[in-house]
């Protein structure tokens, strides 16, 4: 079956500090992987998309890793602002004729305190 | 540059009654639509998906409907709302390798 859960469920950090989300797959085979963040109350927005061929993505102080053996993937966040206080939503993509479904994952809920 | 416009941006409802809610799609053509629906810190669950006009597909057989009259447009009905269709209720275009995609402001709906 087609999942994809990310760790950790909440996460509390002091602004200034850099923190990494999780998320695990088992989508397969899979086209891309996208990292969004969504703002409470707001609809989610793209920070990164990547193929099954690329390790890693930048997005400013956003970084996604991506291990397509282990089927893993991580968002670092760098030098974290009150402003990254959001929900961060994995998602897969199955690679398969036909297929529009994407994979949603529950999403880290990120709190940066000043 | 590609823009999602919903509305309305909140509703309420009582029970029974019907449902519009209405997704256009700016900055680009034929795209890939999708329904979602998010109940308070959840996560995402799709509902329908469009890949051109009058083409539906249905993931979830509860009492709601989506039509897709034109290219950019994208329509979610109900006849007669359930207390258990309250949530956020999002529009997205969702394309393949070409960019992240992009979802709309969202339609927070309470039925009561």
């Known amino acids: 079956k087609n999942q994809v859960e990310q760790s950790p469920q909440s996460l509390i950090i002091l602004e200034g500090k850099n923190c990494t989300l999780q998320?695990?797959?088992?989508?397969?085979?899979?086209?891309?992987l996208r990292w969004y963040k969504q703002d409470t109350g707001r609809g989610p927005v793209s920070l990164t998309i990547?193929?099954?061929?690329?390790n890693t993505k930048s997005n400013g102080r956003y970084t996604a890793t991506l291990d397509a053996d282990t089927k893993q993937s991580s968002l670092h966040i760098t030098a974290s602002q009150l402003s990254d206080s959001a929900s961060y939503i994995c998602?897969?993509?199955?690679?398969?004729?036909?297929?529009?479904?994407?994979?949603f994952g529950t999403g880290t809920r990120l709190k940066v305190l000043a | 540059s590609q823009t999602i416009h919903q509305w309305p941006a909140t509703l309420v409802q009582p029970v029974g009654s019907p449902l519009s809610l209405e997704c256009t799609v700016e900055?680009?053509?034929?795209?890939?639509l999708y329904w979602y629906r998010q109940a308070a810190g959840r996560g995402l669950q799709l509902l329908f998906y469009?890949?051109?006009?009058?083409?539906i597909s249905s993931e979830v057989p509860q009492n709601l409907s989506a039509s897709r009259p034109q290219d950019r447009q994208f329509i979610l009905s109900s006849k007669k709302l359930l207390l258990s269709d309250s949530g956020f209720y999002l529009c997205?275009?969702?394309?393949?390798?070409?960019?992240?995609?992009?979802f709309g402001p969202g339609t927070r709906l309470t039925v009561l």
């Open positions: 998320c695990n797959y088992t989508v397969s085979p899979f086209s891309n």
């Open positions: 998602v897969v993509s199955p690679r398969a004729s036909g297929t529009y479904k994407y994979i």
């Open positions: 469009s890949v051109g006009i009058g083409q």
């Open positions: 997205a275009c969702l394309p393949g390798l070409a960019g992240g995609g992009f």
């Open positions: 900055g680009t053509s034929n795209p890939n």
């Open positions: 990547m193929t099954f061929s690329e």
